[in-house]
């Protein structure tokens, strides 16, 4: 049985960690909210016995799961994209539980202030949030993950001797990140080549390079986590 | 062999929620920064094979482990905190990621601009992000573990019919909310009677109490994750 994604129409968000697995590994699923509109994700987070608790959520005949990173957790053996050690399984889930943390850092550039108003109502905290961000986070989060590539450099992936869905993540956020803060990244990419050369070893995966030109890969846009705001941007 | 806990010394914060697993179950641990000093945690961070992103974390012989929730996750069965279900543990797992969001977002209330400044440094929007927290936030995660413990009424625990380190987690977030945001807590508790009755419950547990009593439990203090600044509490 086809697995069944349920994530918001019109964004890529935080519903394409999971989608770039599942197109890597050729899995069968289907994006229900694309099929039948966003009306069908409420009632599963109301009825369902284990409600998840926001998009994106994943249900597995009679299995539902939410939170990207156990999603991934969850379909990482199924879909061939972890190791089958099992300390090295718990390594990939930690990396990826950090890369939610890092997401949740660059949706929050853009929203300091909550997610209830607008990003126009909230610039001036936005400007002042991205200085840090841009100063602090980013070289903390990237430089982390060059340093996990340090350490296991034979193979250029960030765990064990294959690819995983956390190497997936890692892509999307490099993507991501190019698309909203271009002047930075052009000026720091030098400084995490590993993670750069994983990306674009990413990209070029025949899968990947497939679902990236094909329609069901959404451009990023204003509305998603990853937001191109000119003024949130470093200095030209 | 005990289990080391690596966690900044001076604040209950995340470690917290290691540490009350730890104390219900009776485990054999060493609080190692307390004893060695905060000295002992950045060389981990950067020498070990799989260097978590930031404290707590945890050592178990040769692994090691971090992230709130993938600790929990690792122990869970180790201190018969979680379901031997399959689904059942899957799910205790995410409860207790959203968990994590929540206590992320309860962080940022007092610091939306970012890590770097001090409070006192970004009053103006921890005052403006307090509101939508207060009016919108605050009840949809305490409202969402209500809802859970209605669809599992039986047994008042949030999954299945057994406690879990979930249940103590909670416990954790309605204790730091309570010192934090004492009043709200105050007009709204009657909303939420399932966790506030759960969360009495567990304060009650024999091992629980205890350790609330002992030297180990610090007292929050505003150097943690939840903090008391009355002008971010609701208006008496």
Known sequence: MAYELFYWTGIQGRGEFVRLALEEAGADYTDVAREK???VLMPLMKEAKTPPFAPPFLRDGD???GQVALILHYLGPKLGLVSADPVEALWTHQIQLTMTDFVAEIHDVHHPIGVGAYYEDQKEEAARRAEEFRADRIPKFLGWFE???SKNDKS??????ALSYADLSLFQIVEGLNYAF???MKASSKDWPKAMALSSKIRQRPNI??????????PFNKNGIFRHYAELDAAD
């Open 209 to 218: 390079a497939a679902y990236c030109t094909s329609n069901r890969r959404l």
């Open 182 to 184: 271009p002047r930075l």
């Open 156 to 161: 250029g992936y960030l765990v064990g001797s």
């Open 147 to 149: 340093r996990i590539l």
């Open 37 to 39: 509109g966003d009306d």
């Open 63 to 65: 299995v539902l799961v």
